[in-house]
């Protein structure tokens, strides 16, 4: 059974950095394309962020470009989003998924969402 645990929200304030962990049990990381996703109430899952198997290819919304890094380290089948920069509409209810590779990008994560894995996510708010 897979499941997919998040860890390291909270609150910052605007300009402070966090760096979100995501732990995925059940698969083996190296067949798995991992991402983050974003929620506030009332508002559509929106992708923020994605990376390969193998870690060497990644994606990020325009909204977080330059400030967030997605990492993984397949050993610990752990993806990590470094957080830097933080505004206050970054606040939202963040999500880890995986999905097991479809083509050579984590772009089917973002896109085939009914084929993630999800976890029960991590509120993170930046105050101004």
């Known amino acids: 059974q897979v499941q997919v645990v998040e860890s390291g929200g909270g609150l910052v304030q605007a300009g402070g950095s966090l760096r979100l962990s995501c732990t995925a049990s059940?698969?083996?990381?190296?067949?798995?394309?991992m991402g983050w996703f974003r929620q506030v109430p009332g508002k559509e899952r929106e992708g923020v962020s994605c990376i390969s198997r193998s870690g060497g290819g990644t994606y990020y919304a325009d909204s977080v470009k330059g400030r967030f890094t997605i990492s993984r380290d397949n050993a610990k089948n752990t993806v990590y989003l470094q957080m830097n920069s933080l505004k206050p509409e970054d606040t939202a209810m963040y999500y880890c998924a995986a999905q097991k590779t479809q083509i050579a990008s984590c772009w089917a994560l973002l896109t085939a969402r009914s084929r993630n894995y999800w976890g029960q996510g991590t509120q993170v708010t930046v105050s101004s």
């Open positions: 059940g698969l083996t990381s190296d067949d798995y394309d």
